[in-house]
């Protein structure tokens, strides 16, 4: 029996989830595991956002992978793909917290005045005083803290422990010992140091105030944690706001009505008055205006359009009114297709965060151990239960490595969203590795650091006329892709001859039959390939219009050359800036070119690049790349990721200049929206950062649990401490993410540090 056709619906798609009930790094790994385990899924879960993505499963098998995470003890909801991203199905996570932590604290503030004062000063008791204050550390014990309490019941009826487990059993141990101390104990026993000296005898109600202090300070932290990471979330999603939800369609009567955005299809007509948002990427039908593209693309000069120019959804008319035809909508839109990569790039883990994964999957039994250890050598050495208990429990409570789970995807949050502002797409956190050890900068010529519009500046005719020899090299052109070939097809606006059988002669030039002959146009080197001489006046042509950094190819019909044509390509006026900004990160920088030697040398000397790489063919760009690795360089290629496809992929970072509206540059790490090739720099110097950022996260975390632990096993840290400590170092770390929301866009520098020339 067959299997029935699967139909396109049917097929794997990405199906992302909202996930709830999540408390901590290790929540999202049992997730991820869980999900995994369906058969045919690819998942990856994300605390910072609590969002699974999961790939390799049809959309039907949605309730299947809810099924697995509500297994796993947690909620999930399918996300809808025109879901608003700040709209959230799941509780306001930082609204339960603050409401917990507000009773938490009105019910603390009293509770620790109390205990501690009765504590240390036996005057003021009055009968009943301890019962007093068991009674207030209940609801905070028992409600407030019962996101931790539920988070570790969940894990334990599934053979896992977290983060949360440490901080429960914390508090529970300090409460259920305070409690049982008060009725087995007795008034006239010894006190115990508390941290700043020792209570007098009778005070063992002042782990009620550390129990309930510790979930105060933790709540604080957790909720500071939450909208810090709700405002990193706000930069991821700063793109997908930039939407217009309405849009002016104009009828085939020219009436105007006001329908939603996303029902807006290709060739519709729509106007946007100034002040308005552009609903889709379009062409200007008429009118004329200044259209601000600062948000999305990171020009901030507003770009001036008028009939024929393309605009972009989600920019801002600022000027005159003006009609446009929808070409691309919804998800097409460059608009959309930026969020979904920046969305994706950061649901994707470092290899760093991968690590920090497992060490945290294995630290909270570890601390457990410890814990346990230092109660039993506490005890085995003699000490009091209460010193031994004291030791024990600030272990608990500072060894919870939420800092470890927050460092990584905080980061990576913050710093995707920012280049997206920047203009820079990322599309993996890799990029960001990457960007750590790059020291050379490969530039692609034509495209990338010219404009690639190239004119015909030379014409050379050798025995037929000027206008026969445009007309023919036009004629063979007409079809071409290439911008040399568009630019000798635009030499000639008339009606050019008769011309069948285009082909493409990669790296050589092009052939086609031209009222009947063959002709081709291309390189030296098409020439040599086809042994055809070169008469000595295309000789002298070639080397002059190379002392003028043209690229000359030949026109040949019937094997013989008939003339010369000298295209040139300016360079566009941010490259030299570009280039200087470069080599102030400490870069070398290398421009990489098929233009031959002399004119790439020229072009070379007014950009200010370290080395010069030409005569190279599409292909030998992966090559050229590859020389440089194999020389110890670690490389970054910026291309125009159509013909620089393969060389982007085989450089260590490939980044790719955005022409046009296509965004699935798929060989590419990051894409470059804007225009102005700082941005090349700017998307260097963010990746650097952000990696800066995770590497100083995680020492920061990892510094602080080994150092905290020993600590707090010999007995020199209280366990109030150890909770402030403990909550202080998230926030620390969220806090220290955040910081990537200011990063500059660069600007040129004067001077530029000289690097040595590449062997």
Not at 466 to 474: K, N, P, Q, S, T
Not at 526 to 537: H, N, S, T
Not at 620 to 644: C, E, F, P, T
Not at 715 to 732: D, E, Y
């Amino acid at each position: 029996m067959t299997a029935p056709a699967t139909s396109r619906s049917e097929q794997a798609a990405r199906i992302e989830l909202e996930l709830g009930g999540m408390t901590c790094a290790a929540c999202a790994n049992r997730i991820e595991k869980k999900l995994n385990k369906v058969d045919g899924a690819h998942a990856v879960v994300n605390f910072a956002t609590e969002r699974a993505v999961i790939t390799g499963l049809p959309a039907a098998r949605t309730p299947d992978l809810v099924a697995a995470v509500e297994r796993a003890g947690y909620h999930a909801a399918p996300v809808a793909a025109d879901a608003d991203p700040n709209e959230t199905s799941a509780p306001d996570r930082a609204r339960m917290l603050l409401r917990r932590l507000a009773v938490a604290a009105v019910l603390t503030v009293p509770l620790g005045n109390l205990a501690i004062v009765l504590a240390l000063v036996p005057g003021l008791r009055f009968p009943g005083w301890e019962w007093l204050c068991v009674a207030l550390a209940i609801p905070v014990v028992f409600w407030s803290a019962w996101p931790f309490h539920a988070a570790t019941i969940r894990n334990l009826r599934h053979g896992a422990f977290s983060m949360d487990t440490l901080v429960s059993l914390g508090v529970l141990a300090a409460f259920f010992w305070s409690v049982i101390s008060l009725l087995l104990g007795s008034p006239a026993q010894p006190g115990y140091w508390l941290g700043y000296g020792v209570t007098p005898a009778g005070a063992d109600a002042i782990y009620l105030e550390v129990a309930a202090a510790v979930t105060t300070f933790l709540l604080a932290g957790r909720y500071f944690e939450a909208k810090a990471r709700r405002s990193a979330h706000d930069v991821l999603t700063a793109l997908t706001r930039l939407a217009a939800s309405e849009a002016r369609v104009i009828d085939a009567d020219g009436t105007e009505r006001a329908v939603p955005a996303a029902s807006l299809r290709p060739g519709d007509r729509f106007a946007v008055r100034p002040g308005e948002k552009l609903a889709a990427d379009g062409l200007v039908l008429t009118g004329r205006s200044a259209v601000d593209t600062a948000m999305m693309t990171g020009e901030p000069v507003p770009a001036e359009v008028e009939p024929g120019s393309q605009v972009l959804g989600g920019t801002i008319n600022l000027t005159g009114a003006l009609i446009i035809e929808a070409q691309r909508t919804g998800e097409r839109t460059q608009l959309a297709q930026m969020a979904a990569l920046a969305e994706q790039a950061q649901a994707r883990k470092a290899n760093v965060q991968r690590l920090v994964d497992r060490v945290v999957s294995v630290f909270v039994p570890i601390v457990l151990l410890i814990a346990a250890g230092t109660l039993a050598g506490w005890l085995l050495t003699g000490h009091g239960a209460r010193d031994a208990f004291n030791a024990a429990l600030s272990v608990l409570i500072i060894a919870c490595p939420c800092a470890l789970g927050l460092a990584t995807p905080t980061a990576l949050m913050v710093g995707i969203g920012r280049a997206g502002q920047l203009g820079i797409v990322i599309k993996g956190p890799d990029a960001l590795e990457a960007s750590g050890v790059i020291d050379t900068v490969v530039l692609d010529k034509t495209g990338t650091v010219t404009s690639g519009e190239m004119t015909v500046e030379q014409v050379l005719p050798l025995g037929v006329a000027r206008a026969e020899l445009l007309a023919i090299a036009a004629a063979a052109e007409r079809h071409s892709e290439h911008p040399i070939g568009r630019a000798i097809a635009a030499a000639h606006p008339g009606e050019a001859p008769t011309a069948v059988g285009h082909r493409a002669l990669p790296g050589l030039g092009a052939a086609a039959t031209v009222d009947g002959s063959e002709v081709l146009i291309g390189s030296a080197a098409l020439l040599d390939e086809r042994g055809i001489g070169v008469p000595p006046a295309a000789e002298a042509a070639v080397a002059e219009g190379e002392a003028a950094a043209r690229t000359c190819v030949f026109v040949v019909r019937d094997g013989a050359v008939i003339g010369v044509l000298g295209v040139a390509d300016e360079v566009v006026d941010s490259a030299p800036e570009a280039v200087a900004e470069l080599r102030a990160l400490g870069l070398t920088t290398v421009l990489l070119t098929g233009d031959r030697a002399i004119a790439a040398e020229r072009v070379g000397r007014d950009l200010g690049v370290d080395r010069v790489i030409g005569d190279v063919l599409p292909t030998g760009k992966v090559d050229a790349v590859r020389a440089l690795q194999d020389a110890g360089h670690r490389v970054a290629m910026v291309g125009d990721g159509i013909n620089d496809a393969a060389a982007l992929a085989s450089a260590d970072l490939g980044l790719a200049v955005l022409h046009g509206t296509d965004l699935a540059v798929k060989s590419a790490d990051m894409i470059l929206v804007r225009r102005h090739l700082s941005v090349i720099a700017d998307a260097i110097g963010l990746a650097r950062a952000s990696l800066r950022t995770i590497r100083g996260n995680l020492v920061w975390a990892f510094a602080y649990n080994v150092a905290a632990i020993p600590l707090a096993a010999a007995g020199l840290l209280n366990p109030l401490i150890a909770g402030v400590a403990m909550s202080l170092s998230s926030v620390f770390v969220v806090g220290n993410s955040l910081r990537l929301r200011r990063y500059p866009r660069r600007r040129a520098t004067d001077t530029a540090r000289g690097n040595p020339p590449i062997s």
